[in-house]
């Protein structure tokens, strides 16, 4: 169990994480400050920076939440269930809990300044690897020595990423399906090939 001082310090960052989506939201990268972030989430300038180093980095940060709770729920999966079928059920999981759309839609603005790219890029490769890790500790496998855990970490964060973006920019998309549901024929399809 996570002791209190964790539980505090991850409040604290999600507070901050939280305070700098929404107000960048509310008046664009440019249009605020790191003192306005620490405000908002009442804690003092030297706090902010024992947790970020930038308000790009902070505003990223509920991706960073997000993905090290998908990696472990994933490895707490039962370890006889194939890779897939757990990444699926662990999408189930975590996306009801854990993802807004709404608020994703907005970040997914936010996320074209060129000044949080770099911090978008790294986030992504910090989970991509964290997932690496995660699949191949399922499989028992060197990820120095096969392939296998990388191309499926890879090949299933590009596939939600890619389900997102279609259903949020397909009109309609979000009366007919969730992206949870979306997200979940895409792994069906992964193991069979991609076939039609």
């Known amino acids: 169990m996570t002791g209190l001082r964790e539980r505090k310090k991850a409040a604290t960052r999600e ?13 664009g990268l440019d249009g605020v400050t790191v003192e306005q972030i620490a405000r908002a989430a009442g804690v003092s300038l030297r706090t902010f920076f024992n947790y970020f180093s930038s308000k790009e980095e902070a505003v990223v940060a509920g991706d960073t939440v997000t993905a090290l709770a998908f990696v472990r729920e994933f490895a707490a999966r039962p370890p006889d269930e194939p890779v897939l079928v757990a990444l699926k059920a662990t999408l189930q ?56 855990p990388a191309v499926a970490a890879s090949s299933f964060l590009a596939s939600m990423r890619a389900v997102v973006h279609w259903w949020l920019n397909t009109p309609g ?24």
């Open 15 to 27: 507070a901050l994480g939280d305070a700098a989506w929404s107000l960048c939201v509310e008046r």
């Open 93 to 148: 999981t975590i996306y009801p809990r854990y993802v807004d759309f709404d608020r994703l839609r907005q970040l997914r603005e936010l996320r074209q300044h060129p000044a949080l790219l770099p911090h978008v890029f790294a986030a992504y490769s910090a989970r991509e690897q964290a997932l690496t890790a995660a699949i191949a500790h399922r499989c028992g496998a060197d990820p120095l020595e096969d392939p296998y």
């Open 173 to 196: 998309a979000s009366e007919k399906y969730t992206a949870t549901e979306l997200v979940g024929r895409m792994i069906d399809q992964l193991g069979e090939g991609f076939t039609r």
